[in-house]
């Protein structure tokens, strides 16, 4: 299945802003994370398709999946 | 040296230095301020006559070494939502004055004729003295002026020309350890100074210090509190991207606020985000870290410099990026770092002044992410005065009134900032009750909703809200009487050792014994007395509600409404 994956801050580093891939089906979105090299403890919010998910919530075809570490403002 | 409290007349131009009263000793900042105002600005007086007054208050701990301290407090009643009104800042103000010994400066009255004045404060007291060669100038002449004149050591707070023409869009500069400035942004307030007729107001400290009644559990108190700072991770990021960090999740979340409040996502997100923000400042040799006041670990601001690598602004925040960004459809930085320059020389606030942008562009005054019309708006508008400049420098309001726009989004006449209460939900909730009309540092619900900081909350739901903006507007009536940074309340819901010693610090300073639920219990009597002071000034529960376009226009992507009742709201004062 392809899956939008989205990177922001410091994680776009060396990996990319935003790119299509191909995942096997019942990837979840913490496999995501560690195949990216991305340390789950730097994660600070997942978003599939624009609402809050966990590492466990498994992706679809066509999903927009967006990662981001710990950032605030305000 | 006691702190006292510094008096000016500005009706006979006599100035006196109080003992500061027992029911207002254990207050700084924000609580100072508020309880002032609540105890001597009668609520139903006109917020531009003579018997308004204009009070400003370094926190308790401002002055200090305590990092992040630097915050200084202004507090009127407010002429852009006819509250009661804190607005706070960074800069060099709030440690002068603490430095000079003074708790609160309390400015009443009003000339009877047309001139205008400025303020010197020392440790020895307040010296009035008339001005003439800097008014009709903006912030920075004047900043440029009063440094020459005393030293550039001097603290600074200042008007520009939207304060002299008593904008109520007019903040109050002051000037930061670079010798830009900061704002004073929301409510008005640079109106009051206007109407005050001061110009500015000159901070010597000389070689004055703030005693510590426990230097030793201070100190210890002090490094734990830093440490919980450095090593939260949002700080780290706050000193890398900015508050601007922030358009990217926001955007993603369907909460950024788009072209006058009809979208939920702005296609340009990217070219106004922090990641792109960074690397241009990095590219052009400006600086991505940068601190508002000395002693700030955290360091959120930055230098922006222009295409040719000059200094063009400093201190952009989310708030300013988004108003003139995503809500005007303009994507470009370099455009929007030129009106975030022109509106801190001409002394608006960009949240209040972006927003009322917004709103002319649906009015149909100027077209959507004519970036250009805004700034000849801006500089030969607004800065001279015109018809239009005034309407515009008004605010949101006016020009919604002005023109007959119907989505315009104000509470309480104050500018909705860059978080859609359709799609996160529980910052609706501190919009409608904040005693100060929409400001999003009331009750920063976003750190739950969005961003997973103090726990979690659905931003699409209603469960939870109301207790989660109460707590948070409590805790931040507390936090900002401390003279701490707002930003501190990242570490402070994540970290156990913030807060207590946070609460050590102040014990230290001062030789008292507070605890935790007393903290609690200063927030809690700060907000019943700025409530109480918009009852007696004619607000009731119905002027907690957001605008009703929210509640009948779904907001893509989510197509979510407003739809929290009138009597869901009003629970928020159950305590």
């Not at chain 2, 109407?195 to 500015?200: D, G, P, W």
């Not at chain 2, 459809?329 to 455009?335: A, E, F, P, S």
């Not at chain 2, 014994?513 to 700025?530: C, F, P, Q, R």
Request: glycine content about 12%.
């Amino acid at each position: 299945m392809q899956v939008q994956v989205k990177l922001f801050a410091f994680f776009r580093e060396n990996r990319f802003i935003k790119e299509d891939r191909e995942l096997p089906n019942g990837t979840t979105a913490g496999q995501v994370v560690d195949e990216l090299d991305i340390d789950r403890e730097e994660v600070g919010v997942l978003m599939l398709n624009s609402r809050h998910c966990k590492f466990d919530t498994v992706l679809q075809e066509g999903d927009i999946y967006a990662i981001f570490p710990v950032i605030g403002g305000g | 040296m006691a702190d006292k409290i510094f008096r000016v007349n500005m009706t006979d131009l006599s100035t006196s230095i109080e003992d500061v009263p027992a029911d207002w000793a254990g207050h700084g900042g924000r609580g100072l301020t508020s309880n002032i105002v609540a105890a001597e600005v009668p609520p139903s007086c006109h917020p531009l006559g003579p018997n308004n007054k204009l009070i400003f208050a370094p926190g308790l701990l401002s002055g200090t070494a305590a990092s992040n301290s630097g915050r200084i407090s202004a507090g009127a009643k407010s002429p852009l939502t006819g509250t009661i009104k804190e607005s706070n800042s960074g800069g060099t103000s709030a440690q002068r004055l603490a430095k000079i010994g003074c708790k609160a400066l309390i400015i009443e009255g009003q000339p009877k004729d047309d001139s205008w004045y400025s303020l010197l404060l020392t440790p020895e007291g307040v010296t009035i003295s008339k001005e003439e060669e800097l008014v009709g100038k903006g912030n920075f002449a004047v900043v440029e002026t009063v440094e020459k004149r005393f030293s550039d050591k001097i603290g600074i707070l200042s008007i520009g020309q939207g304060g002299e023409m008593l904008m109520t869009a007019a903040n109050i500069s002051v000037k930061d350890p670079d010798s830009h400035v900061r704002s004073l942004g929301r409510g008005g307030l640079g109106a009051v100074m206007g109407s005050k007729k001061i110009k500015f107001i000159a901070l010597d400290a000389q070689d004055g210090k703030v005693a510590i009644a426990d230097m030793d559990a201070f100190r210890a108190a002090n490094k734990i509190f830093t440490k919980a700072l450095v090593d939260h991770p949002v700080s780290q990021a706050l000193g890398t991207y900015g508050s601007n960090v922030l358009v990217n999740i926001i955007n993603e979340a369907g909460g950024l606020p788009t072209k006058n409040f009809s979208a939920g996502q702005f296609e340009g997100h990217e070219q106004i985000s922090g990641e792109t923000m960074h690397d241009i400042i990095v590219e052009r040799g400006g600086k991505p870290t940068h601190g508002c006041h000395a002693g700030c670990v955290i360091k959120c601001s930055q230098i922006y410099n222009d295409l040719k690598g000059n200094y063009k602004t400093s201190g952009m925040e989310y708030e300013s990026i988004w108003a003139m960004g995503a809500d005007c459809t303009v994507d470009n930085l370099d455009q929007i770092a030129e009106m975030d320059h022109i509106m801190d020389d001409i002394g608006i606030d960009t949240i209040e002044t972006a927003v009322a942008f917004g709103v002319a562009m649906e009015g149909g005054v100027l077209e959507f992410g004519d970036s250009e019309e805004m700034i000849r708006i801006l500089t030969e508008e607004i800065a001279k005065g015109t018809a239009l400049g005034r309407v515009i420098g008004n605010g949101a309001g006016s020009v919604g009134r002005t023109y007959g726009v119907t989505r315009v989004p104000v509470v309480k006449n104050q500018a909705i900032p860059a978080y859609d209460p359709r799609a996160i939900k529980g910052i609706g909730i501190t919009y409608a009750t904040s005693t100060q009309g929409a400001d999003h540092t009331m009750g920063y619900t976003i750190a739950t909703e969005i961003l997973g900081v103090g726990g979690t909350a659905d931003p699409l739901s209603k469960e939870g809200m109301v207790e989660l903006s109460r707590g948070l507007q409590i805790a931040t009536a507390a936090i900002d009487s401390t003279g701490m940074c707002l930003f501190i309340a990242f570490a402070a819901l994540d970290d156990g050792t913030c807060l207590p010693a946070l609460i050590d610090m102040l014990n230290a300073r001062f030789g008292i014994n507070l605890t935790a639920e007393d903290v609690t219990n200063l927030g809690m009597s700060i907000l019943k007395t700025e409530h109480a002071f918009n009852t007696a000034a004619g607000f009731t529960n119905l002027d907690d509600r957001l605008p009703e376009f929210f509640a009948t226009e779904p907001v893509a992507p989510h197509n979510a409404v407003w739809d929290f009742s009138g009597e869901e709201i009003d629970t928020f004062w159950n305590f």
